[in-house]
């Protein structure tokens, strides 16, 4: 199928270990394919070459309705709506790119939705950072996303 982005395969924009275990269809509609196509363009395109070019994971990308309610994503999710993106520099293990470089990039050069500093590991980086861009009324919120009492609890940053 088609590329969502010069450095995002439809593949690895739709793939979802939740669906393939549980059978659920994750496949986006038109609309859904539309927007991660400009969340590609407007925020990870712009910040992978501002980070030199370097590979960066995407952990999670589209999510269908299904798969969606499956992870106990919210339903407004911006995976369930196609605009949003996690993404995580530890996996490739990229020489001098962090979870943090990615999160400080966003925040200090684009324009987007959320910016959400997911958790943090060890080294009190985050564990992996989640992007979202919307056409319209773009809120630039900035969240840092921790458990308390075992459940998530966001801040603003």
């Known amino acids: 199928m088609e590329r969502i982005s010069a450095h995002i395969s439809y593949t ?19 609309d859904e394919l539309e927007k991660m196509k400009i969340v590609a363009e407007k ?9 030199g070019g370097k590979p960066i994971y995407i952990s999670s990308f589209f999510r269908s309705e299904e798969v969606n309610k499956k992870v106990g994503g919210s339903p407004t999710s911006g995976h369930r709506l196609g605009n949003a993106i996690d993404a995580d520099a ?11 470089d990615i999160f400080n990039y966003i925040r200090k050069n684009l324009e987007f939705d959320q910016l ?21 009324n773009n809120r630039n919120q ?16």
């Open 142 to 157: 900035v969240l840092k996303a921790r458990k308390v009492d075992g459940k998530t609890k966001y801040e603003v940053m």
């Open 12 to 30: 690895e924009a739709t793939k979802s270990d939740i669906a393939i275990r549980h059978g659920l269809n994750n496949t986006p509609n038109a």
């Open 90 to 100: 530890d996996v490739y293990n990229v020489a001098g790119l962090t979870n943090t």
């Open 116 to 136: 959400i500093w997911e958790y943090e590991n060890p080294d009190g980086t985050p564990a992996w950072v989640h992007m979202s861009y919307r056409e319209d």
């Open 43 to 51: 925020l990870f395109e712009p910040m992978r070459a501002g980070l």
